[in-house]
């Protein structure tokens, strides 16, 4: 097979006449297929840190090469992926298709059916909505304020969603391994991580501002409304806007509440404070760090992909420590990974799961890195 035709094919780019003859060969034997698979892996880890630059298919394909000859599929680790104390790790669909296809046979964790998406209302009453689901949302006085269909919540806009003229809030609460939406009554949108939860009143009528508290994990399209500003309360940081696109990840145990901008402009500042000029103001591909333990804010350039790859069901790792990568691995999975001897504590890594099961995440650890571990129903045990 004329390897130009496969990078082609890896990129997305063949022709129909050359998809048929790449996937026609694929099937004449088990060597091809071992083959395909090996150079696809290889062409994933190539371009992990690949920039969007347009580069000549020719050269292209000799640098992956290079890059590649030589190496074995299951050894990741190399001295030119290393910086620092950071070991690079390169994951992705192709690579662990390869890797575990006829080598790995271990029965998948039996994750817990039971923990599922609630809904409290302003009255205490809670309801379990079930993401395949549909039901309407009413208030005190049996009135229709919302409907869910499937993953997501709507809201009426009518005025009159307030219980008896007060303020009605209710609470969204996303359990581990779950995502869901919610359209909040001004039409803006809010996508809620794993474990996390939004509060929020059922209309913003006769407010000042749109006030919302967020705990863990969420990303927020914010209608303009320039009479009410939007504002996110997350720990003790506030969000305030006008209308744009950021992600904000405030989970408690975590010592950072995290902002990255994606359009529009924010400002934060301390919410035992008023908003004033002193404000922090964020930019589009900037991330803002509040650090919680002492009070104070720093904002970088980022690039966004890494804080908003949650949303289409991705992970992305960018020079994090093992310890915060296990923690967005029970919240994505929905498991209990237990370190107790400390193990890579200090190593820093970086990777991009997306379709992968949790069970594929940690023997890609164990055969690049010697990683041991033991899976006991949903909690997994690491250990030299």
């Known amino acids: 097979m004329d390897e130009s035709k496969l990078l082609k094919y890896f990129e997305g780019t063949a022709t129909g006449k050359e998809t048929e003859d790449i996937e026609a060969w694929f099937q004449i034997s088990k060597s091809n297929e071992d083959r395909f698979y090996q150079l696809k892996a290889q062409y994933i880890a190539s371009k992990f840190k690949e920039t969007s630059d347009q580069i000549d298919l020719n050269s292209k394909w000799k640098q992956f090469q290079i890059k590649t000859q030589n190496k074995s599929i299951y050894k990741f680790r190399s001295p030119l992926l290393k910086y620092?104390?950071?070991?690079?790790?390169?994951?992705?669909?192709?690579?662990?298709?390869?890797?575990?296809?006829?080598?790995?046979?271990?029965?998948?964790?039996?994750?817990?059916?039971?923990?599922?998406?609630?809904?409290?209302?302003?009255?205490?009453?809670?309801?379990?909505?079930?993401?395949?689901?549909?039901?309407?949302?009413?208030?005190?006085?049996?009135?229709?304020?919302?409907?869910?269909?499937?993953?997501?919540?709507?809201?009426?806009?009518?005025?009159?969603?307030?219980?008896?003229?007060?303020?009605?809030?209710?609470?969204?609460?996303?359990?581990?391994?779950?995502?869901?939406?919610?359209?909040l009554p001004d039409g803006s949108e809010v996508t809620l991580n794993a474990g996390s939860s939004l509060t929020y009143p059922t209309s913003f009528d006769h407010m000042e501002t749109r006030s919302v508290t967020l705990s863990g994990e969420a990303f927020f399209k914010v209608k303009k409304d320039a009479d009410q500003p939007f504002i996110v309360k997350a720990d003790l940081m506030n969000i305030r806007v006008l209308g744009t696109e950021f992600n904000v990840s405030s989970y408690p145990e975590d010592p950072l509440v995290q902002t990255a901008l994606v359009e529009g402009k924010v400002s934060?500042?301390?919410?035992?404070?008023?908003?004033?000029?002193?404000?922090?103001?964020?930019?589009?591909?900037?991330?803002?760090?509040?650090?919680?333990?002492?009070?104070?804010?720093?904002?970088?350039?980022?690039?966004?992909?890494?804080?908003?790859?949650?949303l289409s069901g991705k992970i992305i790792f960018r020079?994090?420590?093992?310890?915060?990568?296990?923690?967005?691995?029970?919240?994505?999975?929905?498991?209990?990974?237990?370190?107790?001897?400390?193990?890579?504590?200090?190593?820093?890594?970086?990777?991009?799961?997306?379709?992968?099961?949790?069970?594929?995440?940690?023997?890609?650890?164990?055969?690049?890195?010697?990683?041991?571990?033991?899976?006991?129903g949903n909690k997994i045990f690491i250990h030299h």
Not at 291 to 301: A, F, W
Not at 344 to 370: C, H, L, N, P, Q
Request: zero cysteines; charged letters at 25%; proline letters at 3%.
């Open 84 to 183: 620092a104390a950071s070991i690079i790790l390169v994951v992705g669909l192709g690579a662990l298709f390869y890797l575990f296809q006829g080598i790995y046979d271990q029965s998948p964790i039996p994750y817990s059916d039971d923990k599922v998406i609630t809904l409290q209302l302003g009255n205490g009453e809670t309801i379990l909505m079930e993401e395949s689901g549909q039901l309407s949302i009413k208030n005190s006085k049996g009135q229709v304020i919302g409907n869910q269909l499937g993953g997501r919540l709507t809201y009426l806009s009518k005025k009159g969603n307030n219980d008896g003229g007060n303020p009605s809030f209710n609470t969204l609460k996303v359990p581990y391994a779950k995502r869901f939406e919610v359209i």
């Open 268 to 310: 934060i500042y301390n919410n035992d404070s008023s908003y004033d000029e002193r404000a922090t103001v964020l930019l589009p591909g900037e991330l803002a760090n509040w650090d919680k333990s002492g009070n104070e804010i720093q904002v970088k350039k980022t690039e966004l992909d890494m804080y908003t790859a949650w």
């Open 319 to 376: 020079n994090i420590s093992f310890p915060n990568i296990i923690k967005k691995l029970e919240r994505h999975y929905d498991v209990e990974i237990v370190n107790s001897q400390g193990t890579f504590e200090t190593e820093y890594y970086s990777a991009s799961f997306d379709v992968e099961t949790i069970d594929e995440v940690m023997e890609t650890f164990k055969r690049a890195y010697g990683l041991q571990y033991e899976i006991k």
